[in-house]
């Protein structure tokens, strides 16, 4: 099995931000493996997350860094952050102190489904 280098700072020259040089983050549960949210990360916010273990975004309506749970207390402790194959997404695992979605639930992914086969998958 091929050992990953371990991303660090110099890691982030290598991605692939967007035009606005954003690149989005998925925040995943490393207790229940949900995915909890998904949020902007810029060069800093994602240095940021590498020196204090904790995840730092970028606020796309405020225009400025955002550490997870800074004001809330539910902050987001970082386990890994893993890059997708075009360099263009991450994965961050973490583990929660509190509900991850500023609605005060689990996940943002909480509110609404718009498809489900799940019934019909259990009937197989």
């Not at 660090?8 to 035009?19: G, H, M, P, R």
């Not at 902007?40 to 940021?48: D, G, K, Q, T, V």
């Not at 809330?72 to 509190?98: F, K, P, R, Y």
């Not at 718009?114 to 019909?120: A, E, T």
């Amino acid at each position: 099995m091929n050992q990953l280098p371990k991303f660090s700072k110099e890691n982030i020259a290598a991605l692939k931000f967007d035009s606005a040089g954003l690149i989005p983050a998925i925040v995943q549960s490393r207790e229940s493996k949900r995915v909890l949210m998904m949020a902007w990360m810029n060069a800093e916010s994602l240095a940021l997350t590498l020196d204090r273990g904790e995840t730092v975004f970028w606020s796309r309506t405020r225009q400025e860094l955002w550490h997870k749970g800074a004001t809330s207390g539910n902050t987001q402790l970082v386990h890994s952050i893993e890059v997708d194959c075009d360099s263009d997404t991450l994965l961050i695992l973490v583990s929660e102190a509190g509900p991850a979605c500023h609605n005060g639930t689990e996940s943002c992914f909480d509110t609404q489904t718009i498809y489900s086969n799940l019934d019909s998958e259990a009937k197989k």
